[in-house]
């Protein structure tokens, strides 16, 4: 049972934006532990898309953006295109007992 | 180029041992740390433990504790996770991913992943 919670889909025509959100709790996001965002594309391995401090890998548009306020966190897609249809799961560390690391439940975002 | 090759889909029976291997290259290996994560057929991921091959040190997630054993070579720049004791609810992909410290840091590679399979 994961300490991070997403919705289970989102979804937008394209060139839209779309919002993930991430809600957590004071052993994780609320303590300032830094959130990750990774994409998995069905069939692939996830990828590291955002770390934390709204960081983007080389290679990653700047449609995506991130934020963090409290116990939750965001993330952005703007200019929806095709191949952002994909899974999107947020991670952060918790220091409860619940685990060390703990990822979000996932987020399923089509492109209508 | 940093990259992270995972050993093959493997097919077992309940109750029998399994090694899979993630072999590091393009960086420092025992300088960074790597991380298991476990996706059950259709479900998300789950954060299984973390090794540090520079000195070992392993932390494992409550869920996997006494389940799995963590451990890494770095002669040949290779992380392992195994298996003493099979069992069918362990079928599932596992990744490895390289995670560049504690606390406030992504696993930013990731290898392509280990099927599982384990029959009863």
């Known amino acids: 049972q994961s300490v991070l919670t997403q919705p289970p889909s989102v979804s937008g025509a394209p060139g839209q934006r779309v919002t993930i959100s991430c809600t957590g709790s004071?052993?994780?996001?609320?303590?300032?532990?830094?959130v990750h965002w990774y994409q998995q594309v069905p069939g692939t391995a996830p990828e590291l898309l955002i770390s934390?401090?709204?960081n983007r890998p080389s290679g990653v548009p700047d449609r995506f953006s991130a934020s963090e306020s409290g116990t939750s966190a965001s993330l952005d897609i703007t200019g929806l295109q095709a191949e952002d249809e994909a899974v999107y799961y947020c991670?952060?560390?918790?220091?409860?007992?619940?685990?060390?690391?703990?990822f979000g439940t996932g987020t399923k975002v089509t492109v209508l | 180029e940093v990259q992270l090759v995972q050993s093959g889909a493997e097919v077992k029976k309940a109750g029998e041992s399994l090694k899979i291997s993630c072999k590091a290259s393009?960086?420092?290996?025992?300088?960074?740390?790597i991380a298991w994560v476990r996706q059950m057929p259709g479900r998300g991921l789950e954060w299984m433990g973390i090794?540090?091959?520079?000195?070992?040190?392993?932390r494992y997630s409550p869920s996997f504790q006494g389940q799995v054993t963590m451990s890494a070579d770095e002669s040949i720049s290779t992380a392992y996770l195994q298996w003493s004791s099979l069992e069918a609810s362990d079928t599932a992909m596992y990744y490895c991913?390289?995670?560049?410290?504690?606390?406030?840091?992504?696993?930013?590679?990731w290898g392509k992943g280990t099927t599982v399979t384990v029959s009863s």
């Open positions: 991913a390289r995670q560049l410290g504690l606390y406030h840091y992504s696993m930013d590679v």
């Open positions: 393009g960086y420092s290996f025992t300088t960074h740390w």
């Open positions: 090794i540090y091959p520079g000195d070992s040190d392993t």
């Open positions: 004071s052993s994780n996001i609320g303590a300032g532990y830094k």
């Open positions: 934390g401090d709204n």
């Open positions: 991670q952060s560390y918790d220091s409860s007992l619940s685990g060390f690391y703990v």
